[in-house]
């Protein structure tokens, strides 16, 4: 059973559903049994003013919740050594979650051609690399995921194009980005939407993480009820790479 979610929006994120609350959320994941959740709404959510997360942070402790409750923030890479947070605004989270490839957002750098898979995993790998040198990344979130939304592709051909793009990273480059982000407790992000998508090229590298002492985050990146729910399809996938728990990441584990 899972018993952690450290990826999950509520409805300050303006793509998350309108009703999906702090308190919500607490109390979807008490009855889902979850020992351990991270609140990480986008950067851009509180318009970088420390008010906004301040009062975001003390809405947490007013709920008083009887499980352990992080507060983090997903932020973005927009091309190499630039953020879309600063350090001054990570400095009031718990942890910050880097994403390489948010497409669709306004600012970040994008492949050549979306229809190439070489141009893609260059950009891919690019982007990685990226988000482990940055020094406020405490986790990289959803790395070589695709979107079928960004890609426009059916799932059969997102499916075999994702695989055509991990054939096309050089492995000693990925295997170098692994190492780092192992000696730094970088963790990197496992999410049902590898499930949802299709995107089953995705266990080939989780293995290799596991392989290079890379921790492992789970993160379900909810944007409303459903969402929570569908971490449990998680659990055939952790089951075939093995995963015990002394190779998940927590947040503790950046704090110590």
Not at 118 to 137: D, N, S
Not at 152 to 157: D, G, R, V
Request: charged letters at 20%.
């Amino acid at each position: 059973m899972i018993r952690c979610d450290y990826h999950i929006h509520t409805q300050l994120s303006g793509c998350a559903n309108n009703d999906l609350s702090i308190e919500k959320i607490i109390q979807i994941q008490q009855q889902n049994d979850m020992k351990i959740i991270g609140i990480t709404d986008h950067d851009y959510s509180y318009q970088s003013k420390v008010e906004k997360i301040q009062a975001a942070q003390q809405t947490l402790k007013e709920v008083d919740p009887s499980i352990e409750v992080h507060f983090g923030v997903e932020s973005q890479m927009l091309e190499y050594q630039v953020t879309s947070i600063s350090i001054r605004l990570a400095s009031y989270f718990d942890y910050v979650l880097m994403a390489p490839n948010h497409y669709h957002l306004r600012g970040v750098a994008h492949p050549r051609s979306f229809r190439d898979p070489r141009r893609v995993a260059l950009h891919e790998i690019y982007m990685f690399e990226a988000a482990i040198a940055c020094p406020i990344t405490d986790a990289v979130v959803h790395p070589f995921l695709l979107s079928p939304d960004v890609f426009q592709f059916s799932p059969e051909e997102l499916a075999a194009f994702g695989q055509e793009m991990m054939h096309n990273i050089e492995q000693k480059r990925l295997i170098y980005q692994l190492d780092l982000a192992s000696q730094r407790g970088i963790g990197i992000e496992i999410s049902p939407k590898m499930v949802r998508y299709n995107q089953r090229h995705l266990v080939a590298f989780y293995q290799l993480c596991l392989e290079r002492d890379v921790k492992l985050l789970i993160g379900s990146d909810a944007h409303s009820v459903k969402q929570l729910d569908e971490i449990s399809l998680l659990i055939p996938i952790l089951e075939e790479l093995g995963v015990v728990e002394g190779q998940l990441w927590h947040p503790k584990d950046r704090m110590l």
